[in-house]
């Protein structure tokens, strides 16, 4: 594990979602009409693509803090991600990417995107905050705890937050708007177990999210250092 990783403690679920939301948040508000065409590391998505779909990640974070369930859980915070492997047909990505283009492009002014996704990522933090991280909750077919719904929501943000690093966090503030480091450090949590166990390269955490979800190919130095593990990659994208 890298230090960083290493140095990371475990940060409260509300806090976490805070932290990588309001960073999503003032990247976004650097998002103009021109840039909002510019393309993201999220396969077929431009910048406003990708905002759409963070748009409706927070809307889904809101709603299933807000819809109670019973019974037992099936999934937590790691688990959760076991439902999001790579698309083998391609069929279902691709209907789903060309919802969200259809969608993102009917907004005649990135300027009513970009505000519409602060409003509705702080109101996703404000309900974050008040959420009792032990309350059982419903979202998209499963039964999660309010904490682990949290955590998925954070990784989601940071992971796309990523994604939109190359076009909108530049210039001289560039260092400013790149991903929390406490949403980075839930993202290694999350890739170490689903892997089972500690990644043992030693990536930083921004690296092993990008290898981990197939953002970026392995090398064939790291596949040998991976051994077995390596076919285990991408752990989910």
């Not at 790691?78 to 990505?93: E, H, K, L, N, R």
């Not at 796309?160 to 929390?180: E, Q, R, V, W, Y």
């Not at 949590?189 to 990008?210: H, K």
Request: overall charge negative; aromatic content about 6%; some cysteine.
């Amino acid at each position: 594990m890298s230090a960083e990783g290493e140095a990371s403690l475990p940060t409260q679920p509300a806090q976490v979602v805070r932290d990588a939301y309001h960073q999503l948040a003032a990247a976004v508000a650097a998002m103009t009409d021109e840039r909002s065409w510019l393309p993201t590391d999220c396969l077929g998505w431009a910048v406003r693509d990708l905002v759409f779909h963070c748009l409706c990640d927070a809307q889904r974070g809101l709603v299933a803090l807000h819809t109670p369930a019973g019974g037992e859980p099936d999934r937590d915070a790691v688990t959760y991600w076991s439902d999001w492997q790579p698309d083998p047909t391609g069929v279902g990505a691709a209907a789903g990417r060309r919802y969200v283009r259809v969608v993102a492009s009917m907004f005649l002014h990135a300027e009513q995107l970009r505000d519409l996704y602060v409003e509705t990522a702080e109101a996703a933090v404000h309900a974050a905050a008040n959420a009792d991280p032990n309350e059982l909750i419903a979202t998209q077919g499963h039964v999660l705890k309010a904490g682990d719904l949290l955590s998925t929501l954070a990784v989601e943000a940071t992971i796309h937050h990523l994604d939109l690093a190359g076009s909108l966090c530049a210039g001289p503030d560039a260092a400013a708007l790149m991903p929390a480091p406490s949403g980075l450090a839930e993202v290694r949590r999350t890739l170490d177990g689903l892997l089972g166990q500690p990644v043992p390269i030693d990536w930083d955490d921004a690296t092993y999210a990008r290898k981990g979800t197939g953002r970026a190919p392995l090398t064939p130095a790291e596949r040998d250092r991976l051994g077995q593990l390596a076919d285990r990659f991408p752990l989910f994208g």
